[in-house]
Nanobody
Framework: QVQLVESGGGLVQAGGSLKLTCAAS????????MGWFRQAPGKEREIVAA????????YYVDSVKGRFAMSRDNAENTDFLQMRNLKPEDTAVYYC?????????????????WGQGTQVTVSS
């Protein structure tokens, strides 16, 4: 059973940066796609970014393109979401999630493993 734990959220001023961390345990060998989702107050959860580490395919929602970037440290079983030039509209609870789907997917239903979420608040 894959377990994911996020960290790195916090309060930052607009224009600032944060790096979210998603630490995995419990067997990640067959989880090919990692996604980052967020849910702002009163809004539906949305996918922010995803990467299929098997193919190298990536996805970034338009609103974060050029500002957010995913990376991975395989030795530490850890994924990262580097967020730069943050905006107040980026304020949300951010979740990492992993999928065993062998191809890239941005469908939330394809992600059975979820972290607990970490709050990101961007002040104007």
């Amino acid at each position: 059973q894959v377990q994911l734990v996020e960290s790195g959220g916090g309060l930052v001023q607009a224009g600032g940066s944060l790096k979210l961390t998603c630490a995995a345990s419990g067997g990640r060998s067959n989880t090919y796609t990692m996604g980052w989702f967020r849910q702002a107050p009163g809004k539906e959860r949305e996918i922010v970014a995803a990467v299929n580490w098997r193919s190298g395919s990536t996805y970034y929602v338009d609103s974060v393109k050029g500002r957010f970037a995913m990376s991975r440290d395989n030795a530490e079983n850890t994924d990262f979401l580097q967020m730069r030039n943050l905006k107040p509209e980026d304020t949300a609870v951010y979740y990492c999630a992993s999928s065993s789907t062998p191809i890239m997917t941005i469908n939330e239903a394809d992600y059975p493993y979820w972290g607990q979420g970490t709050q990101v608040t961007v002040s104007s």
